[in-house]
């Protein structure tokens, strides 16, 4: 299924603006109608902007939350993950000092 930026937008909660700069970021890619300049995105689209936002929520940097979603195998993923789990450890000792 296709989509024009303001569907994306009613779908993710994030605002127009906030979807080009994923665009220029590389999270997401849409179609453009070479005719009439609109964007077209498609379900991988809205798929990514949820995941990229869920680790920017999770304290990975936008550069992270990119590599994390759009290049990491499998194995580098876990490899992330347990990374990040040994730093969330860490706050936890922080914050009960």
């Given at each position: 299924?296709?989509?024009?930026i303001?569907?994306?937008s009613k779908i993710t909660g994030v605002s127009v603006d906030t979807l080009r700069f994923y665009e220029k970021l590389g999270v997401i890619t849409p179609k453009i109608n070479e005719t009439n300049r609109y964007r077209?995105?498609?379900?991988i689209d809205i798929n990514m902007i949820f995941d990229?936002?869920?680790y920017r929520k999770l304290d990975y940097s936008s550069k992270e939350a990119l590599h994390?979603?759009?290049?990491?195998?499998?194995e580098e993923q876990a490899g992330i993950l347990e990374?990040?789990?040994?730093?969330?450890?860490?706050?936890?000792k922080h914050y009960k000092k």
């Open positions: 299924m296709q989509y024009k303001n569907e994306v077209y995105y498609d379900d990229y936002n869920n994390f979603i759009r290049i990491a195998s499998l990374h990040k789990a040994d730093y969330y450890r860490d706050k936890i």
